[in-house]
């Protein structure tokens, strides 16, 4: 990026002047060096110019992995723009840049956070509007963040700091999107029409799941319908036009199977020849051989291996895999996804396991050897609970001694100082490095982290402040904290942009503009004195 931001003001500035003379002394009072300083910060002007740059940047990423898989992404979930706003300045800040760092939209908090009929399970009831409004609404907010950083950097210009160099080679918060789109929201078209809001907000990267639309499940709980391959296909292909006709050219299509957990199908597909997409699927479908005479009324049969065979049907019309197809389906779906135009994919898996992980990617691999996966590093797995049994059977395996640990009770906080619980907690931390070399994961999100981090920052606060500390729990745990941290909303006024629009009035109306961030403003509280800031955390340490 470097030098991008001096390109845009000299484009900017030399178009302006050229306006001026055309249009004459009645724009007098527009200043070209403002209008292309303001443009300058705003070097985003649609969501499709995100979507666009976005793109691109996942495609080098996916390449850059395919050489080296130490070089994998990775993403939180954020169910709201300052979420992610505020998650994009502390990459920033403690990272120093954003590279191989993406934003997650996940339908399961749409549902439960951003919904008009209020908190709901993630089945695809939320308005479907919610989910490019929430794509539109992160970028707006890091839009912002651009405009807010780069406003004081032209500041500190103007007062003759030399920071010509950061604004040459700004980094914007502006990174890639993987957004949800569930099970596409009803047909083909359907898909499509949504699809296309999306990347008209600024989606770069479209995830879909190959469960039925009306009876779509959270991909961690009972009761998944999972779909033909050719109606996940058309879908498939849904996306793919929407990118085009976009001109999204790089577009990421992430192609999720949950036929791990799935064991029912809504439709039996059409087999037209022996072996195709349609035979293979019905191939996995439990059937009983009987007798034409045994047939029942209304009875749906298929031949199968020369033989008559009648599918296992519930009482609500679906139905049931055979038991122990659900590996051998999803490297199925992931195959032949990845062979009619997915880019990556997603296995929802019941446990984090790198070897159960990578069994399935082996398997694709030798068909697909490019193929790699988005993956969940989800929040409704015990992880604690998860990478101790792990450890558990390791440490079986190798002779040690267990009798000191109770194999039903490996959660218990008496563990927590023990080599068990060491090594489990090592595996943890380097869950995504080992997934990503030896089960070919090239990007690890959370989903629902922001969920979670809120319920427990909420908790430990009400918990102080409505007890005898008051006002103590509230400065102690949270503004000495973000003064300390240099955390970026202390000064939730700058933060909201009312800095960035007193110098927008100056622009407007010059010495007649009235402005906020004079002597009577309290946000110069927060402007402490750099040797008492350092003396303060010396103290605190």
Same mark, same amino acid.
């Given at each position: 990026m470097k030098n991008l931001q001096k390109t845009n003001y000299s484009s900017a500035l030399q178009t302006v002047r050229t306006l001026k003379e055309k249009y004459g002394e009645s724009w007098n009072a527009i200043h070209p060096e403002s209008v292309a300083r303001?443009?300058?910060? #705003? +070097?985003?002007?649609?969501g499709l110019d995100i979507a666009i740059y976005t793109a691109a940047i996942m495609r080098k990423d996916m390449a850059a992995y395919d050489a080296d898989s130490s070089k994998f992404t990775q993403s939180l979930g954020c169910w709201h723009g300052f979420v992610a706003q505020q998650k994009m300045i502390a990459i920033k800040k403690h990272h120093k840049t954003t590279s191989k760092k993406y934003l997650y939209l996940s339908g399961w908090m749409v549902a439960a956070l951003r919904s008009e009929f209020g908190p709901l399970p993630d089945q695809s009831m939320h308005e479907k509007t919610a989910v490019p409004s929430l /794509? !539109?609404? /992160?970028? @707006?907010?890091?839009?912002?963040?651009?405009?807010i950083e780069l406003n004081d950097l032209f500041k500190r210009l103007e007062r003759g700091e030399d920071v010509q160099d950061q604004i040459d080679n700004f980094e914007t918060h502006v990174v890639p999107i993987i957004a949800d789109i569930d099970a596409g929201f009803g047909n083909e078209e359907a898909t499509y029409l949504l699809t296309k809001k999306m990347i008209q907000a600024g989606a770069c990267a479209i995830q879909i799941e190959n469960q039925v639309s009306d009876a779509k499940q959270c991909g961690h709980q009972d009761g998944k319908v999972t779909v033909p391959h050719e109606d996940f296909i058309a879908k498939l292909n849904a996306i793919r036009y929407a990118f085009l006709e976009l001109g999204v050219e790089d577009g990421i299509i992430v192609a999720r199977t949950d036929s791990e957990g799935a064991g029912l199908t809504q439709k039996?597909?059409? !087999?037209?020849?022996?072996? @195709?997409?349609?035979?293979q699927y019905l191939a996995f479908v439990e059937a009983e051989e009987i007798d034409v005479k045994e047939a029942r009324q209304d009875d749906v049969l298929l031949k199968r291996d020369g033989k008559l065979v009648r599918p296992l049907r519930l009482a609500n019309g679906l139905y049931k895999f055979k038991e122990g197809? #659900? /590996? @051998? +389906?999803?490297v199925l779906d992931c195959i032949t996804s990845l062979q009619n135009g997915a880019d990556l994919l997603w296995i929802e898996t019941p446990?984090? #396991?790198?070897?159960? /992980?990578?069994?399935?990617? #082996? +398997?694709i691999k030798e068909v697909v050897p490019s193929a790699k996966l988005v993956y969940n590093n989800s929040p409704s797995f015990n992880w604690t609970l998860n990478f101790r049994n792990q450890v558990y059977e390791e440490m079986l395996a190798e002779g040690e001694n267990m009798t000191a640990y109770d194999r039903n009770n490996l959660m218990d906080s008496h563990y927590d100082a023990t080599e068990l619980c060491y090594r489990a907690d090592e595996k943890i931390k380097t869950f995504q490095t080992d997934s990503a070399r030896d089960a070919g994961i090239f990007h690890h999100l959370i989903t629902l982290p922001t969920y979670h981090t809120t319920a427990l920052h909420m908790n430990e606060l009400t918990k102080g402040y409505f007890s005898e500390e008051g006002m103590l729990a509230y400065v102690k745990g949270v503004q000495r904290q973000e003064i300390r941290n240099k955390v970026s909303c202390v000064k939730h006024q700058r933060m909201a942009g009312s800095d960035l629009g007193d110098d927008h009035k100056s622009f407007f109306a010059g010495d007649k503009a009235i402005k906020a961030g004079g002597e009577k403003n309290t946000s110069n509280q927060f402007e402490i004195d750099k040797k008492l800031e350092k003396r303060e955390l010396v103290t605190d340490k």
């Open positions: 303001m443009a300058t910060q #705003n +070097r985003f002007k649609t /794509i !539109s609404e /992160i970028y @707006d907010f890091l839009r912002q963040a651009d405009a039996l597909p059409v !087999s037209l020849e022996p072996g @195709d997409l349609a035979s197809s #659900n /590996i @051998d +389906r999803v446990t984090p #396991n790198v070897k159960q /992980i990578a069994h399935m990617v #082996n +398997r």
